[in-house]
């Protein structure tokens, strides 16, 4: 497994506008090394304790993407560093990841995930609990929370015609609201979308961040 030549393939096929986080969950610490020394920089992680584990023992010039499925009583330990927190899908997790970043005196940037996908089982507003979110505009009070875009995960299925059309509905509820609710904020401008098996379609669908894990890393051994 040659993670520097696989990153490299991963990299060779995004635009300089897109960016790649590297999804290194359950992968260890040599793995993410391998990857910082042909200069990645971006990781991604979705459990808080192994992300924080790796943050304390890896360089301090890595930007930690939590992509994970959030928990109220976890933001505590990852807001002192964390990058970007991928997962938001309700208003009180908002609340508490402003309320953790004031403590530690910080802005952080999230995004809104958004469920797209036709399995019951992944998390994020719908379209519709999004929207109602953003109209009631109590979330603009939050000065320690940047909103900076949306994620979203297309149904796990062959039927590729079916993840473009998801990416897609992505796309075009991040214009819809862009243009209602952030028209005048330039930090307001990610689409999250696109992982090892599916990124090729993400980016022709306007992805600006792709979340790559077993392509670069390989298959993880759970
Ligand atoms: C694990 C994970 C990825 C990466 O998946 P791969 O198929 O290994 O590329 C991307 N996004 C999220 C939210 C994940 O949990």
Not at 67 to 93: C, E, F, R, W
Not at 174 to 197: C, E, P, T, V
Request: aromatic share 10%; with cysteine; proline share 3%.
């Amino acid at each position: 497994m040659d993670i520097k030549s696989n990153l490299q393939k991963v990299l060779s096929d995004l635009p300089e506008s897109v960016h790649l986080v590297a999804v290194s969950k359950f992968h260890p610490k040599e793995a993410l090394m391998e990857a910082y020394n042909a200069g990645q920089r971006i990781f991604g992680e979705s459990k808080v304790q192994e992300m924080t584990e790796k943050q304390e023992a890896l360089p301090k010039d890595i930007q930690w993407h939590f992509i994970g499925h959030l928990q109220t009583n976890k933001i505590k330990y990852m807001a002192p560093y964390v990058a970007m927190i991928h997962g938001v899908d309700s208003y009180k997790l908002l609340t508490e990841i402003n309320k953790q970043a004031e403590k530690c005196n910080r802005v952080i940037p999230c995004l809104l995930q958004i469920h797209i996908a036709q399995e019951e089982t992944k998390f994020g507003f719908s379209f519709e609990e999004c929207t109602e979110m953003l109209e009631k505009e109590d979330w603009k009070n939050l000065s320690h929370i940047s909103l900076q875009g949306v994620m979203g995960m297309a149904s796990n299925t062959d039927d590729m015609e079916q993840v473009r059309h998801e990416f897609k509905s992505l796309h075009e509820y991040f214009l819809k609201i862009k243009q209602s609710y952030f028209s005048d904020n330039d930090a307001f401008r990610h689409i999250s979308m696109g992982m090892s098996h599916d990124y090729p379609i993400a980016l022709e669908e306007g992805a600006t961040l792709v979340r790559v894990g077993s392509k670069i890393f390989g298959e993880r051994v759970y």
